[in-house]
């Protein structure tokens, strides 16, 4: 008994011995580690001779930094950590979700509907571009294409490379259409939406027999070959320079966002001029596209062919030992997941008013990919946050111009875009392997719905 | 339901099935029948050549040579060779499990039944477009295979754990999942891989429990592939043994399990213990033959007598060169067993080998 009691005041007395002790030790490693690179500086003097500045000053601030944050860390971050973690095993049985986290799609939506106004309200018309357009329908345009890559890579486990090739063609389709013949946005859409199918059958046809890393860089190479097509075709997509004047979107034909035009929207309503209302309506364009992306996605789940896809991702052998036809069943997925990609890039034609090849690099494909990735393959919500942390994060870069007063008048911190992206990337794969949101909801249910963990499903073979 | 006619037909029939890979004769001329309403074993010790049948039964591998007809219930004729793999499960009804199990590990097991469902499903969801836009009978086709993957489920004992991953579930319930899952094709002949590979007796009792209840409830026949000799004697009606790829017996359990080229094929005798095997056995020939002329070198008296000569002598030819087993054709123990019948009368036996 007496000793239990004398052990638990040591348990007590410890962390802040341990603290300090472990404080000195950070504070000889970071004095090694920096006595050269902070304490001695060399420098040129007034005669052009090198000279050894000494810091020794900078030098004790930062070591004594180094040493406060590790005996901060030890004495109360450590404990804490360990207690909370003790806490959650205690009470992990009886863990009730929040509403938040419950509702987290719905109010997702909703505030997404009301973003543009918050925006408008706090920033003014001309304020609220930046937020709206950089941000709301950048992101969203990434979500979209993650959302229709999520079909492919997701749901079919078909590693595909070269996605952006079918929203290279979305965005081509409109711009050449929509400029040489003048024809709407919205017959255009479901236009470039066929036609990047068309194209996902084109490139799923040679693909089919090909499984895993030779399937990923045939869908490289096809990626490639459009890009290149786009550049060297002439004639037809004027080279890298690019195709401008692409027709804006119009209100359904009843109202158009062009100044000159008679059925101007300010003319229309009676309102002051401002190219707010446009960004404004394609934000909620992009939305409802997005959002039907997500319908379909969620429906196609619960059909047949939802779940042959997903059957293929788990064993494409067993699938045809079940009778499905697994030719069929690929390309719908790539067809399928092509098509939004189409969508995607005819809206992007429409918002930019101008493409070229230069859109459609291979980085972009890397990008939707690692979204997908981050995001948890096939679950919807997981993608949707990964792409607001990545393309977010991103832009939010441009934004830390404070950053220029802690490192100088030449730190651009969008030039660390990718250094940040890959931190991000190695941070989230070693914390969460399979994506944000690992688990996979079943598509049908007998007594109730649980979420199956990610380490029973597969990522494909190919 | 069906005709007479159709209902004598043997369900599927092999003919001189023949299966190379490079210069590997996999299967040789095999040819057997399965009856419809009835389990056949297909037998034989490793190597074999079993799951290669299979294979080409259900499309996996294209035979070199032969034909494999399959006769539905209705009278149609498939000539499964020919068929793709998916065609024959769609079309041909013909259903197959794994040795190594292959279920959707991160689909719950209801989904796993659902997706065997595909075909039917798709059709009724008019090839997803309907289904999409909510026209349709889809609604009602859906929660029919709910209720088909309940009844499976039920008939398998996984109804408590349908919603659960079916990687999640012990490794006897994951084999009756199988099964339960290729059932939900609504297969008329069912193909199973050494269903009872790895279940300990209670489960391997649960397996013959679900298998016969197939047999009789749902009129699927089955062939099976099986090492288990408890299950494949209780359950088959007919057993068809294999050995390097060529048959070597076919009849009903009682008779394959006193078939003496089966007990040489599967004890791996020596040539020179061939005839004791025959003997026990009760091979009237070889009986006959010890009987009027007794082999000196080989007869039980003389290797037991110590005046027979050193004792080296009487144990040579259990460890010489007698012992090691060649692939070859003629490391076929039953070949030997009917090489040998054949040569120590002179009444032969017809040898199976053409």
């Known amino acids: 008994m007496a000793e239990a009691i004398s052990m638990s005041r040591e348990e007590i007395g410890r962390p802040f011995a341990r603290a300090f002790r472990e404080a000195i030790y950070a504070g000889l490693v970071s004095l090694g580690l920096f006595v050269l690179l902070i304490g001695l500086k060399t420098d040129q003097n007034i005669h052009n001779e090198l000279i050894l500045v000494q810091r020794w000053g900078v030098l004790a601030i930062i070591v004594a930094l180094t040493m406060a944050g590790r005996f901060l860390f030890v004495a109360f971050v450590q404990p804490a950590i360990e207690r909370r973690s003790a806490e959650k095993s205690r009470a992990a049985a009886k863990v009730e979700k929040g509403f938040v ?170 309102i002051a001029q401002s190219g707010a209302y446009y960004k404004i309506f394609l ?53 399928t997941g092509a098509m939004f990609g189409g969508f995607a890039g005819s809206f992007f034609a429409a918002r930019q008013g101008f493409v070229s090849p230069e859109s459609f690099v291979f980085l972009e494909s890397a990008m939707i990919l690692a979204i997908v990735v981050l995001g948890g393959m096939g679950s919807l919500t997981g993608i949707a946050v990964a792409a607001v942390v990545m393309i977010g994060g991103t832009e939010i870069l441009r934004e830390m111009q404070f950053l220029k007063v802690v490192f100088g008048e030449g730190f651009t911190p969008e030039l660390y875009r990718m250094l940040l992206f890959g931190c991000a990337m190695v941070i989230v794969m070693l914390w969460k392997p399979r994506g944000f949101v690992g688990s996979r909801e079943p598509s049908a249910f007998l007594h109730e719905r649980k979420a199956v963990s990610a380490s029973f499903t597969k990522e494909g073979h190919g | 339901m069906a005709t007479g006619t159709n209902m004598n037909k043997p369900i599927l029939s092999v003919e001189h099935l023949s299966m190379k890979f490079g210069g590997l004769v996999a299967i040789g001329d095999l040819s057997f029948e399965a009856r419809r309403g009835e389990i056949t074993a297909l037998i034989g010790p490793n190597g074999a050549g079993k799951t290669t049948v299979f294979n080409c039964i259900t499309g996996f591998y294209k035979p070199t040579e032969g034909l494999i007809r399959m006769t539905g219930r209705d009278g149609n004729e498939f000539l499964l060779e020919r068929m793709p793999d998916f065609r024959i499960t769609a079309h041909a009804k013909v259903a197959r499990t794994f040795q190594n199990i292959r279920l959707f590990s991160g689909m719950t097991v209801l989904e796993n039944l659902l997706v065997a469902q595909h075909n039917k499903l798709m059709r009724a969801s008019g090839f997803t477009v309907l289904g999409l836009l909510g026209i349709g009978g889809y609604h009602k086709a859906s929660a029919d295979a709910i209720d088909m993957a309940r009844y499976w489920l039920d008939k398998a004992e996984l109804l408590d754990r349908a919603d659960d991953p079916a990687g999640d579930l012990p490794y006897g319930a994951q084999r009756r999942l199988e099964i339960a899952r290729a059932m939900c094709t609504e297969p008329e002949l069912l193909c199973l ?80 213990e061939v005839e004791e095997v025959l003997t026990v056995v009760g091979d009237e020939h070889v009986i006959h033959e010890l009987d009027g002329e007794p082999d ?59």
Request: hydrophobic share 45%; with cysteine; glycine share 10%.
């Open chain 1, 101 to 270: 986290r419950r509702n987290f799609s719905t109010l997702a939506i909703i505030a997404l509907f009301f973003y543009p106004v918050l925006m408008v309200l706090l920033f003014g018309f001309q304020g609220s571009l930046k937020w709206v357009d950089n941000f709301g329908i950048q992101i969203l345009i990434y979500v979209m294409l993650a959302w229709g890559l999520n079909i492919v890579v997701g749901l079919a486990g078909l590693l595909d490379l070269g996605y952006v090739a079918f929203y290279a063609v979305g965005a081509y389709s409109y711009a050449l259409l929509g400029s040489q013949f003048g024809w709407s946005f919205w017959v255009l859409l479901p236009m470039a939406g066929i036609m990047a199918a068309f194209w996902g059958v084109i490139l799923g046809f040679p693909v089919l027999r090909l499984r895993g890393d030779y399937l990923a860089i045939v869908t490289l190479a096809f990626g490639e070959i459009i890009r290149l097509v786009l550049i060297n075709w002439r004639d037809v997509t004027n080279g890298s320079a690019g195709i401008s004047g692409i027709p804006k979107v119009s209100f359904f034909g009843l109202m158009s966002f062009n100044v000159s035009d008679e059925n101007y929207i300010a003319k229309v309503l009676n």
């Open chain 1, 283 to 335: 934000f909620y364009l992009i939305l409802l596209l997005a959002l039907l992306t997500a319908f379909v996605t969620i429906r196609l789940r619960r059909m047949p062919v939802g779940r042959a896809w997903e059957a293929l991702r788990e064993d494409e052998i067993a699938c045809r030992s079940l009778g499905i036809n697994t030719t069929t069943t690929k390309l719908s997925a790539f067809a």
């Open chain 2, 193 to 272: 891989d050494e269903p009872a590979a790895g279940l300990n007796p209670r489960e391997s009792l649960a397996l013959n429990t679900l298998l016969n209840d197939i047999k009789e409830n749902s009129g699927t026949s089955i062939l099976l592939i099986e090492h288990d000799m408890s299950v494949v004697m209780q359950i088959s009606d007919h057993v068809v043994v294999l050995e390097y790829g060529r048959k070597i017996s076919d009849g009903n359990p009682e008779k394959v399990k006193n078939d003496p080229r089966v007990i040489a094929a599967y004890l791996g005798v020596d040539d020179e």
């Open chain 2, 296 to 354: 000196p070198a080989h007869g039980p008296s003389a290797s037991s007598s110590m005046m027979a000569g050193p004792v080296s002598d009487t144990i040579g030819h259990s460890n010489g060169d007698g012992e090691l087993v060649r692939v070859s054709g003629e490391a076929s123990k039953a070949l030997q067993v009917d090489k040998r019948s054949t040569d120590k009368s002179s009444s032969g036996k017809g040898k199976r080998r053409t």
